[in-house]
């Protein structure tokens, strides 16, 4: 069964370091999406991407973020200085274009900014 | 504002013993509602969607419902292996797919 998969599952950083975060989404998936869940929180939206751009951004999202599709398979979230607020779980997402627009969730990374 | 509301924040059921949870939405423009599943540590799993009010979906022991303001997630004759967060979720016109998610019903069925 396809699946969307995330790497790495975890990974700690220093305070202000750079971070990428790496997804593989669902083959003939068009539509993207990264959603972080601090511990013990709801599910939040980051962003949506297709076509080769953001099509929408939540107010988390600022410009400490940026978000790639370098290739036909990878789908990346970059966080460019890392805060210690920014410690959570971070999912990735992926939609087809159809009439079923449901969105099939990664395992997840877990960030740990120290 | 946009707002996701689910009922009761956690539930402890004996294993046979039927419930249900529920999810009170107030967004504008409704495309979809989502049920997901999620395990300690993992991602969302999909379960439904629903789309129009009156509409039913059911997958073995889970039936989702939907109406114009809020949707239940009934579970017949639970098992312990159904013990989970069950998430729903909205999805609103022209937002780009974003769906914005409820707090959770953290699902615990004992033998």
């Known amino acids: 069964e396809p699946e969307v998969t995330q790497t790495p599952s975890h990974q700690v950083t220093q305070m202000g370091q750079e971070v990428i975060l790496r997804c593989v989404p669902i083959?003939?998936?068009?539509?993207f999406y990264w959603y972080r869940q601090i511990l013990g929180q709801k599910v939040e939206f980051l962003v949506s991407?297709?076509?080769?751009?953001?099509?929408?951004k939540s107010e988390i999202f600022d410009d400490q973020f940026s978000v790639e599709r370098p290739d036909g398979s990878n789908f990346t979230l970059k966080i460019r200085s890392t805060k210690l607020e920014d410690s959570a779980m971070y999912f990735c997402?992926?939609?087809?274009?159809?009439?079923?627009?449901?969105?099939?969730f990664g395992q997840g990374t877990r960030l740990t900014v120290v | 504002e946009d707002q996701v509301t689910q009922s009761p924040e956690a539930l402890r059921l004996q294993e046979g013993e039927s419930s249900s949870l529920n999810c009170s939405y107030t967004?504008?423009?409704?495309?979809?509602l989502f049920w997901y599943r999620q395990d300690p540590g993992k991602g969302p799993e999909f379960l439904f969607t629903?789309?129009?009010a009156g509409e039913e979906k059911e997958k073995e022991r889970l039936k989702a419902t939907l109406t114009k303001k809020e949707s239940f997630l009934h579970i017949t004759a639970p098992k312990p292996e159904d013990s989970a967060t069950y998430l729903c979720?909205?999805?609103?016109?022209?937002?780009?797919?974003?769906?914005?998610f409820g707090q959770g019903t953290e699902l615990s069925v004992k033998p």
């Open positions: 997402a992926s939609s087809d274009p159809g009439q079923n627009t449901e969105a099939f």
């Open positions: 083959s003939n998936h068009l539509y």
């Open positions: 991407f297709y076509n080769n751009e953001i099509s929408e």
């Open positions: 967004v504008s423009g409704l495309r979809g």
């Open positions: 629903l789309y129009s």
């Open positions: 979720a909205v999805e609103i016109y022209n937002q780009g797919g974003k769906l914005i």
